[in-house]
């Protein structure tokens, strides 16, 4: 789970579903990354709290802010990202992961339903819930095999529609259009 450390950003979220699923899967671990602004530092305690409490201490980890170029070897080596946003805009976070050949677990929050073809990219869960998160990446945990087919329908994805490419040629059409109209 990469991104701010906050509530709107649904890292409890994240929390509350490793520490449910890593007690059945010894073989994995969760990554959280992210900054915590003054005024979250509560919350951020409160997660730590929950996951001490669950004897995750050294599974569940909280790296904090890394500098920029730290963070695409982190993408790098995840079967499974995470987007647990209760609200966001477009969620950047998620063409990061694509891009890296992560099987993706998203809230429905902004673009995510735009970004991750639901069954073939990864799954799309509500904002908020815990349960479905759990009940979702706890599927990928179960099939690696599967996670990775989506981590690659996924890079397959990004790269054909989100990419700068993709981008450049959907705005010359839109001025091929124009321009088409204007003679």
Same mark, same amino acid.
């Given at each position: 789970?990469?991104?701010?450390?906050?509530?709107?950003?649904?890292?409890?979220?994240?929390?509350?579903?490793?520490?449910?699923?890593?007690?059945?899967?010894?073989?994995?671990?969760?990554?959280?990354?992210?900054?915590?602004?003054?005024?979250?530092? $509560?919350?951020?305690? =409160?997660?730590?709290?929950?996951?001490?409490? &669950? *004897?995750?201490? +050294?599974?569940?980890?909280?790296? /904090? @802010?890394?500098?920029?170029?730290?963070?695409?070897?982190?993408?790098?080596?995840?079967?499974?990202?995470?987007?647990?946003?209760?609200?966001?805009?477009?969620?950047?976070?998620?063409?990061? $992961?694509?891009?890296? =050949?992560?099987?993706?677990?998203?809230?429905? &929050? *902004?673009?995510? +339903?735009?970004?991750?073809?639901? /069954? @073939?990219?990864?799954?799309?869960?509500?904002?908020?819930?815990?349960?479905?998160?759990?009940?979702?990446?706890?599927?990928?945990?179960?099939?690696?095999?599967?996670?990775?087919?989506?981590?690659?329908?996924?890079?397959?994805?990004?790269?054909?529609?989100?990419?700068?490419?993709?981008?450049?040629?959907?705005?010359?059409?839109?001025?091929?259009?124009?321009?088409?109209?204007?003679?």
């Amino acid at each position: 789970c990469f991104g701010r450390v906050r509530h709107q950003k649904g890292t409890d979220v994240f929390v509350d579903a490793m520490c449910r699923l890593l007690p059945e899967h010894p073989d994995f671990c969760a990554v959280i990354i992210g900054n915590v602004t003054a005024d979250q530092r $509560a919350f951020n305690e =409160g997660l730590k709290k929950r996951v001490e409490a &669950a *004897g995750l201490s +050294d599974r569940i980890r909280f790296l /904090g @802010e890394l500098p920029i170029a730290d963070v695409p070897p982190w993408y790098q080596r995840i079967l499974i990202y995470a987007f647990t946003s209760r609200n966001e805009g477009f969620g950047l976070t998620l063409l990061e $992961a694509m891009s890296s =050949g992560a099987a993706l677990v998203a809230a429905r &929050a *902004g673009a995510a +339903d735009k970004v991750v073809a639901d /069954g @073939e990219t990864g799954f799309l869960v509500p904002p908020g819930d815990a349960t479905a998160m759990a009940d979702a990446i706890g599927r990928l945990m179960r099939d690696p095999a599967h996670a990775l087919e989506m981590g690659s329908k996924g890079r397959e994805r990004v790269v054909s529609q989100f990419s700068i490419e993709a981008e450049a040629d959907r705005i010359a059409a839109v001025y091929r259009n124009v321009l088409g109209f204007v003679r």
